[in-house]
């Protein structure tokens, strides 16, 4: 298995609600990342997970809460959202293991929408 | 420091032809050196990397020219076909251990013409 999923593909939601987004790789990676991808803009770095633990956090707004319950699962909650926040959400992962360079692969994405 | 600079924002080359987009870094530090490709709607897809030891990889029509005492790598897609058509971004790094953000270009828009 050599790819990265995302569900859902779609969602629309209101600014009070509460979601989530999930990411799920099999290729035994230890690094999952979430990125945000506005339209005709390069993907834009949110968090990255090392080993299960939060390596880097981009200053994200705390309406953003990320959690990674094992090494092949990432999920982004969301809460409180802002019509800004509507963009395409990328999860990628890569290996992250000595020797190895910064190969991250990512997934289809979610398109989100905010109401 | 930090930034890596594409160009062109958008190119139309027409079917057969070759494609060339151009990048260019400041930070010496940065060993790896991908390009991804990405369709509408879709997430990037790595397409082919290189690392600074060497100054070409071909992968089928893909090839990435590297020039490090410039700074500046090249995507070549040669044969240009309409499937094609996409976005694409150059990108780098550093080794992982302690920086494992990837540094994107501003992507260019390729449209393949018959």
């Known amino acids: 298995d050599t790819e990265v999923t995302q569900t859902p593909k779609h969602l629309v939601m209101g600014m009070t609600n509460k979601k989530s987004l999930k990411c799920e790789q099999h290729?035994?990676?230890?690094?999952m990342y979430w990125y945000k991808q506005k339209a005709k803009k390069p993907p834009e770095l949110m968090f990255v997970?090392?080993?299960?633990?939060?390596?880097i956090n981009e200053s994200v707004p705390s309406r953003f809460s990320p959690e990674c319950p094992n090494s092949s699962l990432l999920n982004l909650h969301l809460h409180a959202l802002q019509p800004e926040d509507s963009a395409l959400y990328l999860c990628?992962?890569?290996?992250?293991?000595?020797?190895?360079?910064?190969?991250?692969?990512f997934g289809p994405g979610t398109r989100l929408t905010v109401l | 420091q930090q930034q890596v600079k594409q160009s062109p924002q958008s190119l139309i080359v027409q079917k057969g032809g070759i494609s060339i987009i151009n990048c260019a870094y400041e930070?010496?530090?940065?060993?790896?050196f991908p390009w991804y490709q990405q369709f509408p709607g879709k997430g990037p897809a790595l397409l082919i990397a290189?690392?600074?030891?060497?100054s070409e990889k071909k992968e089928g029509r893909f090839t990435i020219s590297f020039n490090k005492s410039a700074k500046q790598f090249s995507l070549h897609i040669m044969d240009s076909q309409p499937g094609d058509s996409a976005t694409y971004f150059c990108?780098?790094?550093?080794?992982?251990?302690?920086?494992?953000?990837?540094?994107f270009g501003t992507g260019t828009r390729l449209t393949i013409i018959p």
């Open positions: 990628a992962s890569s290996r992250r293991t000595s020797g190895t360079y910064n190969e991250q692969f």
């Open positions: 997970y090392s080993y299960e633990k939060l390596s």
């Open positions: 290189i690392r600074p030891d060497v």
């Open positions: 990108a780098a790094s550093q080794s992982p251990f302690g920086n494992e953000k990837l540094t």
């Open positions: 930070n010496t530090a940065f060993d790896y």
């Open positions: 290729m035994g990676h230890r690094a």
